[in-house]
T-cell receptor, first 116, second 115 residues
Framework: NAGVTQTPKFRILKIGQSMTLQCAQD?????MYWYRQDPGMGLKLIYY???????DKGEVPNGYNVSRSTTEDFPLRLELAAPSQTSVYFC???????????????FGSGTQLSVL | AQTVTQSQPEMSVQEAETVTLSCTYD???????LFWYKQPPSRQMILVIR??????QNATENRFSVNFQKAAKSFSLKISDSQLGDAAMYFC????????????FGKGTHLIIQP
């Protein structure tokens, strides 16, 4: 069982470039999340989705966009990369509230992004 | 909005000893979950232990246990018989029951194990 798969694992961007971080889960989870982790800090929520076609902003959404066309995929788009977006990005998923797994989040292995 | 505070940026413990990591949180909700996640240098987020707020009994998982004080909004993690493999960043996190907006994390505590 693959769980939550993030690609790429590492990426270097130049200022102003664009890219998409891919996230896919094979557990049929309704909820998906994107977090960023700056050095020496905890994870902060960028965007989340409760199902296909539904997305909402988290704590730090500026400079990012998301879409959720299928249950499995939740890509994160950076349109004009800035040095402040240098971070480790985590995708996570969870089943519907009240499910047997008691609202546990399943995390991908992260993407290290550097903007130079 | 809920907040999670970890006041110890770094802790050090001798191998085989016991260490306690502190966490406090602030919320107006009565029904929620609290978590401790471990992040080793591989950066994988590993769930260590979970506590449901409506359960008075403190959660335990082998060498890991928590001291949950709901009235004080405190949630500390005790690691017994510390092992070299326990060295990692530890994050305390909060989740409102039924909330769709995921976890709120503290800034983390870096745990060093001295051989």
């Amino acid at each position: 069982n693959a769980g939550v798969t993030q690609t790429p694992k590492f990426r270097i961007l130049k200022i102003g470039q664009s890219m998409t971080l891919q996230c896919a889960q094979d557990m049929n989870h309704n909820y998906m999340y994107w977090y960023r982790q700056d050095p020496g800090m905890g994870l902060k929520l960028i965007y989340y989705s409760v199902g296909a076609g539904i997305t909402d902003k988290g704590e730090v959404p500026n400079g990012y966009n998301v879409s959720r066309s299928t249950t499995e995929d939740f890509p994160l788009r950076l349109e004009l990369a800035a040095p402040s977006q240098t971070s480790v990005y985590f995708c996570a998923s969870s089943p519907l509230s009240g499910a047997a797994t008691n609202e546990k989040l399943f995390f991908g292995s992260g993407t290290q992004l550097s903007v130079l | 909005a809920q907040t999670v505070t970890q006041s110890q940026p770094e802790m050090s413990v001798q191998e085989a000893e016991t260490v306690t990591l502190s966490c406090t949180y602030d919320t107006s909700e009565s029904d929620y979950y609290l978590f401790w996640y471990k992040q080793p240098p591989s950066r994988q987020m590993i769930l260590v232990i979970r506590q449901e707020a409506y359960k008075q009994q403190n959660a335990t998982e082998n060498r890991f246990s928590v001291n949950f004080q709901k009235a004080a909004k405190s949630f500390s993690l005790k690691i017994s018989d510390s092992q070299l493999g326990d060295a990692a960043m530890y994050f305390c996190a909060y989740k409102r029951r039924g909330g769709a907006d995921g976890l709120t994390f503290g800034k983390g505590t870096h745990l060093i194990i001295q051989p």
